[in-house]
């Protein structure tokens, strides 16, 4: 019997075992099922070589860390860590070929650093055949060092898979205050480069993102009423975008970035509108005596997912965007809300109350394949999906505090992106340039 | 004698018909969402009963009580009034009816389980049927708003079955017109 039958015969064999699951869960190597036989690529990851004086190896690490953790954080990669330099590779004779390891492609490269600037120069190599799909040289500002790196891990991924990477996409969130202040704050997809957008004082809630990646929509309590904002990441300046009496909540940008779906109770009771954001236009969706609230769209723009206690509990709805065909999508559960609609459009997130606090949840739009992402003390709560729909940003209070966690779309890999203070109601945004 | 017998009679049937027609006067404004408040009616006779002596007289003999309006609670998820909100709704109404210069702004309150947006729209919730209440007593609408922090601002910071039960709340902010 061969190795590769061998190995076939406990593939189909462990499904019947007790442990098999947790066997699987415990490698991290494979998307279980969203695509049934997707099984990560392995890609091979050099040091770069070059010189920083003292700090040559901090930069080699870098370059190392935040490579490895993008490409793994795309869902498509294995990542490899290689040490020393890719066998026959500088003269640009014949390289490693698959089979050796497996991998499917190499990077290796250099970056030299000079009168403040950064320079890196990756090499991606197709192994099995050979040949240089990369080999650029990437320039900016040595404080920009991480967004060129992650503009490589986005070039490298987009090369092999044809799929736009998500490295420089970023996370809009709420910062708490020990004072009960709560202001809007932008970091990095991967936790980094964190930053307070608004100094208001006040009470900011539910950051939403323009498609486009420029704006962040928010309720804020400035004015005293809970109303509607829009801070430009260009311009660095906010403006009120919805005052209606009552609530203006929840917003959700349309993909195309004209709309944005919101709570307005200005009728007297929370329902669900459409705010067309050139023309200031609303249009009113919801005609229900009970709570409607938290819009998410669908990546067709054509439906809209919501959270309605119409049944008598909160639970999650499916309606067209102009108010017709409204379904339930959820029954298991007495408390289910928080609705996420997955780029990819099969599948929304959502939040439900369980005996320990409150989990993370997908389900098919069908209504099918529920399924439970945490599992832990505490609750879990926020969902929102990266760009590329494989993986999850939540918040949760597994560790005391609220944090921002990230998690891959079967709930593994689940890891805090926040430290320190209190932060949730995390966004994650497009891919961004 | 005859004479001051009819006098009296006089002075107690108008005082019966003030009653009456202070009860008419408030059922009048008893015409809107019936279904949160089931029972409606025992209110407007305890209202009378409270608001029957002569509130001039009251304010010569004694300063004048401040206005101590009280917060009220509810239950996990729920924004109807519990009997208990409901005694301390009528004691607050009478307060703001001795008082007409008051306003007041009612916030609505939620503890932490649940989301940010769901429970804006809860807190909402609970402060309209606050205020409809209170309107139910006769108090002009023109005198109460609501606002709703759903579960930002908590009065309780912990995070415990006795905290939640504080933080589900409806507050009365005054406010002097």
Redesign the interface.
């Given at each position: 019997m061969s190795a590769k039958t061998f190995l076939l015969y406990i593939l189909i064999l462990l499904p019947g075992l007790p442990f098999a699951g947790e066997a699987f869960a415990q490698t991290d190597v494979y998307l279980r099922v969203y695509t049934k036989t997707f099984q990560r690529m392995e890609i091979d990851l050099y040091n770069f070589e070059g010189e920083y004086g003292p700090k040559t190896t901090e930069m080699i690490d870098l370059i190392n860390d935040v490579l490895s953790n993008d490409l793994w954080m795309s869902g498509y990669f294995k990542v490899n860590k290689k040490s020393g330099v890719p066998q026959n590779n500088r003269n640009g004779k014949k390289v490693e070929t698959r089979g050796s390891n497996g991998a499917l492609a190499q990077v290796s490269g250099s970056f030299s650093v000079a009168n403040n600037r950064i320079s890196i120069q990756p090499h991606l190599i197709d192994n099995a055949s050979g040949r240089t799909i990369i080999k650029l040289e990437y320039t900016n500002k040595i404080e920009n060092g991480r967004y060129l790196i992650h503009k490589i891990a986005d070039d490298i991924v987009y090369s092999l898979t044809g799929e736009k990477g998500m490295a420089r996409s970023k996370v809009a969130f709420v910062t708490e205050q020990s004072n009960g202040v709560k202001e809007i704050s932008v970091m990095d997809y991967d936790g980094h480069n964190r930053t307070t957008l608004t100094s208001d004082k006040s009470i900011n809630l539910s950051p939403a993102w323009s498609p486009d990646g420029t704006r962040i929509c928010y309720t804020s309590y400035k004015t005293g009423n809970p109303d509607l904002f829009v801070f430009n990441l260009r311009t660095n300046s906010q403006i009120r975008l919805s005052k209606q009496k009552g609530l203006n909540t929840a917003p959700a940008w349309s993909p195309d970035g004209s709309k944005i779906a919101l709570t307005l109770s200005k009728d007297g009771n929370a329902e669900i509108y459409i705010f067309e954001v050139e023309k200031k236009k609303i249009r009113r969706l919801t005609y229900n005596r009970a709570i409607d609230s938290s819009p998410t769209w669908s990546p067709s723009k054509r439906e809209l997912a919501f959270t309605s206690d119409r049944s008598g509990s909160p639970q999650i709805y499916i309606m067209d965007t102009d108010g017709v065909n409204v379904r339930r999508l959820t029954f298991a559960g007495g408390y289910n809300d928080s609705p996420s609609w997955s780029p990819r459009g099969d599948k929304i997130a959502f939040v439900s109350r369980t005996q320990s606090g409150f989990d993370i949840y997908t389900i098919d739009v069908t209504g099918e394949n529920q399924m439970r992402l945490t599992d832990s003390s505490g609750s879990n709560e926020d969902p929102s999906w990266s760009p590329n729909g494989f993986s999850l940003i939540f918040s949760s209070t597994r560790s005391g505090n609220k944090r921002v966690y990230s998690m891959f779309w079967d709930g593994s890999d689940q890891k805090s992106l926040t430290s320190g203070g209190t932060n949730y109601s995390p966004a994650w945004s497009a891919q961004l340039k | 004698m005859k004479k001051r017998h009819t006098i009296l009679k006089f002075i107690l049937l108008t005082c019966i018909l003030v009653v009456f027609a202070g009860c008419g006067g408030s059922k009048e404004t008893v015409n809107f969402e019936p279904d949160p408040f089931p029972e409606p009616e025992p209110v407007t006779e305890e209202l009378n009963l409270n608001s029957e002596p002569d509130p001039p007289k009251e304010e010569e003999m004694t300063p004048k009580q401040p206005t101590v309006l009280r917060t009220i609670n509810f239950e996990f998820?729920r924004f109807s009034l519990t009997a208990t909100s409901k005694a301390v709704l009528a004691e607050n109404a009478r307060q703001l009816l001795e008082n007409p210069e008051i306003s007041v702004r009612i916030e609505g309150h939620c503890d932490e389980?649940?989301?940010?947006?769901?429970n804006?729209?809860?807190g909402?919730?609970r402060a309209?049927v606050t205020r409809d209440y209170l309107i139910n007593y006769g108090i002009s609408p023109n005198r109460i708003t609501?606002?709703?922090?759903g579960k930002?601002?908590p009065l309780d910071p912990r995070?415990s079955p006795d905290a939640w039960d504080n933080n589900r709340r409806a507050e009365f902010l005054k406010t002097i017109q």
């Open positions: - | 998820d389980r649940g989301t940010v947006e769901y804006l729209a809860l909402e919730r309209i609501v606002l709703s922090y930002e601002r995070h």
